[in-house]
C-alpha cells in the first residue's frame, strides 16, 4: 500500500495534557516511522518532516469492553486494556515457546501494530478517505462490529432498527378517491333536509334525511372502485329499516334503540367487517371520519370548483331566480284559497328566526354526518386486519374438567326444574313455603346472569381449548355443545318464570325488555351450536345481524300496545289494573286501552290525550301511532267529567289469588296493605 502522510503535529505551546483527560491532541500520538519504530516527539518535541501513516495491521481484537477501558501500553501509547492483556500474555506464551507468535508481533494475532492509531488497523484513516484492510465476518471474540473514532476511541456500530408500523396506520387506506359532484350535492341535500326536516320530532322524516345520505356513501364508494357485496347490501337495507321504527311508533324507548342500532349498522355497511375486531369496531368506525370528512369534501369542493367556475355562475343565478318565483307567487295563492294555504302550511316546515340557530346547527350536523358516511365509503378502516391472539392451549384435563362440572351443575338444576314443571307448583309452594308470587319473582335475573356468564365462559374456553388433532377438536365440541344445550333449557326456564311473573303482576315495559333479551340469548346459544357443526366463519356477522334484526322486530311489535293489551286482559279477567302506570305510556298504547270500560278508559287515557293535544306535529314528524291515536281520541274524547281517579290509580277487588293476600288493588284501601303490590316499574 503506497505511503500515506500523515497531518504535521502543530508547535509546542506548552506541556503535554494529562492522558485520558480529553485535551490531548491527535497528532500527539506515538506515530510510527516508515521502519516501524516509534517516533520520538511525543509531545515534548517537535516534528516538521510530514510523519508517514503506518501500514495497516491486521484486524483487531473486538470484545464488548473496547471503547470503554483503555490502558497505556509499551512507548507510552494509548491501548485497549482487553488489548494490552492479549498482547503481554501472547508474548510470554511466545517467548516461552518459542513459536512464531514472538517473531511475528502483535500483527500476527490480530492487533494493531505498537503506537500505530486505532483506525489504521480498522479501515484506514476516515478523514483522509484512505480505506483499510476488510475484516472478515467473525474476525475477532466480539459479536458487535465496531467502529473506530480518532477521539472517541472505538464504539459499536448500531444495528439498523426497524420501528414497527403503528396499528392505526396498518388499517387506514393507501388511496383515498377524491370527492365526486354527486357525492357533494347528496351531501348538500342531506345538510338542507336535516335542517328542515328535523328538530320537532321523529316521524317518516328521519327516513327521509337518510335516503340522500345513503345516496352520497354509494357514490363515493362507486368512485373509490368499491363493489357492493351482498352482506353490505343487507346491512344497508337493515339500517334503513330500522329508522321505519320512529316512522311507525310513538315510544321513545324502542325508537332510541331503532336509531342507535341503524347508524352502527350503517356503519357496518360501509366497512363490510367480517372477523370480531371488524363486525365490533366497525359498526363505530364511521366516527373515525367526523372531522376528516368535512376535510375531504372540502378539498373536492375546491378541485371542482376550479375546474368548472363557468358553469356555478348559472346554475346558481337559475337556482334564485326559481326560489323568488315559488316565494312570490306562493303567498299569492295562499292569500287567495285557504284551502290552498293548509296544504303550503302543512308541506312547507314551519322556519321562523327564534330557532333559526338550532336550524343552522341542525344544517351543519347533517352535512358532517353526510360527508362523514361518505369518506368512509370512500376509504375505510380495514378493521378486519387487526387479529385477536389465541390463548395458550391447555391440556385436556385442565380444560375439560372445569367444564364438565359446570354441565353437570347444570344438569342437575335442570332436573328439579323438570321436576316442579310435571310435580305441580303446588307442591313447591307447601314444601318452600313461598308464595305463587314470590316464586314467580325470585329467579328471572339470576337465571338471566347465568346465560349471560355462560356465554363468557364459552369465549373464554374456546380461547385456551386444546387444538392438537382431531381429538382434540371433537372434546371441545362435546364439552362445549353440552354446555350449550343445558343453557338453552336453563333460558327456556327464565322465560317461564317470567310468564308466571306477568301473571301475577302484570306487564311493563321493562318485563317485556328483558324477556326479549333472554329470547335474544337464547338465539345466540343456537348459533354457537351451528358454528361448532359448521364452522365459525359467519358467526360475528350472524351475530350482529341477529341483534339488528332482534331490535326492528321489538320495535314494530309495539311494546307499549303489547304492555296495555296484556294488562286489560288481566283486568277482564282478574277485575285488577294499574291505572296510574298505564298513564305514561305512549300513543301506541291508546287503541288497546280504548277498549277499557268508564271510568277507567278515561283515568287511563286522560293524560295520553293532552300529551297529543299539547304537541301538534307536522306530517313528517308525527309517527303512525300519534296520527292513530288523534283519530281515536277525536272520535271519542276522554271524558273530562264523571268520577274521579283514585289517587293510587288501582282498580281492582280487595283479595288476591296468587298470594293469598290482600294486596290493595280496593280503593279504600290503607296505604299500609300495598305492601305487597308491584306498581309496575320493577322487577321487586
Not at 464488548?64 to 494490552?84: I, L, N, V
Not at 506464551?93 to 489504521?120: C, L
Not at 480505506?131 to 444495528?159: D, E, I, K, S, Y
Request: proline residues 8%; hydrophobic residues 45%; contains cysteine.
Amino acid at each position: 500500500m503506497p505511503d500515506v502522510p500523515s497531518i504535521p503535529q502543530a508547535p509546542d505551546s506548552g506541556p503535554e495534557p494529562e492522558r485520558g483527560s480529553g485535551q490531548e491532541s491527535f497528532v500527539q500520538d506515538r506515530i510510527p516511522d516508515r521502519d516501524g519504530t516509534p517516533g520520538e516527539g511525543s509531545g515534548a518535541g517537535q516534528r516538521s518532516d510530514p510523519v508517514p501513516a503506518a501500514e495497516p495491521a491486521g484486524p483487531p481484537e473486538v470484545g464488548p469492553e473496547d471503547g470503554r477501558e483503555r490502558a497505556t501500553g509499551k512507548g507510552g501509547e494509548t491501548r485497549p486494556r482487553a488489548e494490552t492483556d492479549a498482547s503481554s500474555e501472547g508474548a510470554d506464551a511466545s517467548s516461552q515457546s518459542g513459536g512464531p507468535v514472538a517473531a511475528a508481533g502483535p500483527a500476527a494475532v490480530g492487533m494493531p501494530r505498537e503506537g500505530a492509531r486505532p483506525h489504521d488497523a480498522v479501515g484506514g484513516d476516515p478523514r483522509a478517505g484512505v480505506p483499510g484492510p476488510a475484516v472478515p465476518p467473525g474476525a475477532g471474540p466480539g459479536p458487535a462490529r465496531t467502529h473506530a473514532h480518532p477521539l472517541h476511541g472505538q464504539q459499536p456500530w448500531p444495528p439498523p432498527v426497524r420501528r414497527p408500523e403503528p396499528w392505526l396506520a396498518s388499517i387506514r387506506p393507501t388511496r383515498r378517491a377524491p370527492a365526486r359532484v354527486a357525492t357533494l350535492w347528496c351531501a348538500l341535500a342531506t345538510a338542507l333536509l336535516s335542517g328542515l326536516l328535523l328538530g320537532d320530532g321523529l316521524g317518516v322524516n328521519l327516513l327521509i334525511v337518510a335516503v340522500p345520505a345513503a345516496l352520497a356513501a354509494f357514490f363515493a364508494a362507486r368512485a373509490a372502485d368499491r363493489r357492493l357485496r351482498p352482506w353490505t347490501a343487507v346491512w344497508a337495507l337493515g339500517g334503513l329499516a330500522l329508522l321505519v321504527v320512529p316512522a311507525l311508533r310513538d315510544a321513545g324507548w324502542p325508537t332510541f334503540l331503532a336509531v342507535v342500532t341503524a347508524l352502527a349498522v350503517g356503519s357496518l355497511a360501509l366497512h363490510g367487517g367480517r372477523t370480531w375486531p371488524g363486525v365490533v369496531l366497525g359498526s363505530v368506525g364511521v366516527l373515525d371520519s367526523v372531522v376528516t370528512g368535512p376535510v375531504w369534501g372540502w378539498r373536492g369542493l375546491r378541485e371542482r370548483a376550479d375546474g368548472s367556475r363557468g358553469r356555478w355562475g348559472p346554475a346558481l343565478r337559475a337556482t334564485g331566480v326559481a326560489a323568488v318565483l315559488v316565494v312570490v307567487f306562493g303567498a299569492l295563492f295562499s292569500g287567495a284559497d285557504a284551502a290552498f294555504a293548509d296544504l303550503l302550511g302543512e308541506l312547507i316546515p314551519d322556519v321562523s328566526g327564534i330557532d333559526a340557530p338550532w336550524r343552522f346547527l341542525l344544517f351543519l350536523v347533517g352535512l358532517a354526518g353526510a360527508l362523514a358516511a361518505a369518506h368512509t365509503a370512500a376509504a375505510p378502516l380495514r378493521w378486519d386486519r387487526l387479529t385477536l391472539r389465541r390463548g395458550g392451549a391447555r391440556g385436556r384435563v385442565e380444560w375439560a374438567l372445569p367444564l364438565i362440572v359446570l354441565d353437570l351443575l347444570f344438569a342437575a338444576f335442570i332436573a328439579v326444574q323438570l321436576a316442579v314443571l310435571f310435580g305441580g307448583y303446588d307442591k313447591v309452594l307447601r314444601e318452600t313455603g313461598l308464595t305463587y308470587a314470590e316464586y314467580a319473582r325470585q329467579g328471572f335475573w339470576q337465571l338471566l346472569w347465568a346465560t349471560l356468564l355462560t356465554l363468557v365462559v364459552i369465549g373464554l374456553a374456546l380461547r385456551w381449548a386444546p387444538r392438537d388433532g382431531a381429538r382434540d377438536r371433537a372434546l371441545v365440541r362435546a364439552v362445549l355443545g353440552t354446555l350449550c344445550v343445558l343453557t338453552l333449557v336453563v333460558v327456556a326456564s327464565a322465560l317461564r318464570r317470567m310468564d308466571l311473573y306477568v301473571d301475577a303482576y302484570g306487564l311493563t315495559r321493562l318485563r317485556i325488555s328483558v324477556a326479549a333479551m333472554e329470547l335474544w340469548l337464547g338465539l345466540v346459544l343456537v348459533l354457537i351450536i351451528a358454528a361448532g357443526l359448521l364452522g365459525s366463519r359467519w358467526l360475528p356477522r350472524a351475530v350482529a345481524g341477529s341483534a339488528a334484526a332482534a331490535v326492528l322486530a321489538f320495535g314494530l311489535v309495539s311494546p307499549d300496545a303489547l304492555v296495555a293489551e296484556r294488562n286489560v286482559e288481566r283486568f277482564e279477567a282478574a277485575g285488577k289494573i294499574d291505572v296510574r302506570y298505564l298513564r305514561d305510556l305512549s300513543a301506541d298504547a291508546v287503541p288497546a286501552l280504548d277498549a277499557l270500560p268508564e271510568p277507567v278508559r278515561s283515568c287511563a287515557l286522560r293524560e295520553i290525550e293532552l300529551d297529543l293535544r299539547e304537541t301538534e306535529q307536522s306530517w313528517y314528524d308525527t309517527s303512525w301511532g300519534q296520527a292513530r291515536a288523534r283519530e281515536i281520541l277525536e272520535r271519542r274524547p276522554a271524558s273530562a267529567g264523571g268520577p274521579s281517579c283514585p289517587d293510587h290509580g288501582r282498580y281492582g277487588g280487595d283479595g288476591d289469588p296468587y298470594d293469598g293476600t290482600r294486596d290493595g288493588y280496593d280503593e279504600d284501601a290503607d296505604p299500609g296493605d300495598l305492601e305487597d303490590f308491584d306498581p309496575g316499574t320493577g322487577m321487586d
